[in-house]
C-alpha cells in the first residue's frame, strides 16, 4: 500500500524520514526486536546530524514531528514486506565497495546473497540515474571482485512499487554488450579522469 506523507514535502526533512525509515529496518533485522521510544529518539537525532552534513549550505534541521516519525515507522514496516522473515538475518546492509580511479569508495544499501538491492522512497517511479548508480556499485565490484552479483533490485516502499532483473539482462538491454566489456570501459574511464588531472 502506497504511504502518502502526513506533512509538507520538505526536502531535507523527507531525506531524514527516509533515512530514519531505513535505519530502523536495518536495526530490527539485525536484532529482530521492537526498537523503543528512546531507540528511535536516538536515531532520529543521528540521522537529522548525518542529513546536515551531507549538506552544509541548508539551515538547521528541526526536530520530527509525531507525524513524521509515524511516517519513519510505517516505511520502515514497508520496507520489510519486500523481504521474507527468513531472509532478514541473511542481509547484508551497506556493503561497502572499493573506491577506483576518481570514484571514492562508496556504501550501497543492501545485498542479499547475489542480489544488490538499492532503496529510493521519493514518490516517483525508478529513473536512469538509479540504473547509473547501480552500474557504478556493479563495475566498482567488477574491478574489485568483493561481491559475486548476478541481480539487481530497486524497491521503494513508500510507492510499494519494484523492480528486479538479472545485471545481464539490464547492462544487455541498456547496451547491447556484455557486463564484462560495459565494466572495462566504465573502470577504464574513472581511471584515466584520475590520470588527467
Do not use: H, M
Request: with cysteine; hydrophobic share 40%.
Amino acid at each position: 500500500t502506497p504511504i502518502i506523507s502526513k506533512v509538507p514535502v520538505d526536502r531535507e526533512k523527507r531525506s531524514v524520514i527516509n533515512e530514519l525509515a531505513f535505519r530502523l529496518f536495518k536495526e530490527q533485522a539485525e536484532k529482530g526486536e521492537k526498537i523503543s521510544a528512546v531507540r528511535l529518539k536516538e536515531l532520529s537525532i543521528a540521522v537529522t546530524k548525518y542529513i546536515e552534513r551531507l549538506n552544509y549550505n541548508i539551515p538547521e534541521i528541526t526536530s520530527l514531528t509525531e507525524n513524521e516519525f509515524e511516517e519513519s515507522i510505517e516505511l520502515g514496516n514497508s520496507l520489510s514486506s519486500f523481504f521474507l522473515s527468513k531472509d532478514l538475518q541473511k542481509l547484508v546492509f551497506w556493503p561497502s565497495f572499493k573506491g577506483c580511479g576518481s570514484i571514492q569508495s562508496c556504501q550501497g544499501d543492501i545485498i542479499l546473497d547475489d542480489t544488490i538491492v538499492e532503496v529510493k522512497a521519493g514518490d516517483r517511479r525508478f529513473g536512469i540515474n538509479d540504473i547509473r548508480q547501480i552500474l557504478t556499485y556493479l563495475a566498482l565490484n567488477f574491478s574489485s571482485q568483493q561481491y559475486e552479483l548476478n541481480n539487481v533490485e530497486l524497491i521503494n516502499p513508500r510507492t510499494g512499487l519494484s523492480f528486479a532483473a538479472p545485471v545481464k539482462t539490464i547492462v544487455e538491454e541498456c547496451s547491447g554488450r556484455l557486463p564484462a566489456d560495459v565494466f572495462l570501459d566504465i573502470i577504464e574511464f574513472i581511471s584515466s579522469e584520475v590520470g588527467s588531472n
